[in-house]
């Protein structure tokens, strides 16, 4: 259970410093947002600040995530960080093959399943990103370098390359390598399981 704190007031920010007092904690380690009422006749605005601590969300991923281990009838560490957008979580573990699936489908949709989770606490801005057994820092390495290769043959040759259907995590890695080409732009096209990236030439 995510246990959240909701103050009360007249303006944002002094439904902020309510909820900070009374949790005793900085802005900094917090996430937050803000629900709006109208007020009634001859009533103005109210604002809810509803605020859940960053520690408190790193021990909801851990208590998560040991639960469907033992769902699983297996046993792993849990390891989680806070990043620069949400938190960075790592799986040790012996069973990392089966944790990981094949191309990394169990894997994500442990990901999806403690998301979802989450979600179902509010609208807190952060990303939750799970990796097992450095899997996917290794995939984005492979990635990164195949894509590599792929830009020099486009800028080469000057012809759009269509790419196998990914992921939005694999997109996501694709369009940063292709950013940092002047003369390439890469687009995602397709709908679903068929959602793919193509990468093109354009000139100056």
Known sequence: MLEMVRSEAKNKEEA??????ELNVRADEVYY????TEGGLFKGKKYTCVMVTKYAIKEYIKEFLNDLAYKMGTKFNVEVMTSEVG?????VTDDSAVLIGKDGKTLNSI???LRQSLKKYGNFDFRVN???GNYKARREKRIAQEIKKICREVLKT????KLDPMNSYERRIVHNVVSNYDNLISESEGEGVNRHTVIKYKEN
């Open 16 to 21: 902020l410093n309510k909820g900070l007092l």
């Open 33 to 36: 947002y803000f629900e709006e």
């Open 87 to 91: 938190f960075s979580v790592t799986i």
């Open 111 to 113: 990901q999806t399943i």
């Open 130 to 132: 799970l990796d097992i």
């Open 158 to 161: 000057k012809i759009d390359v």
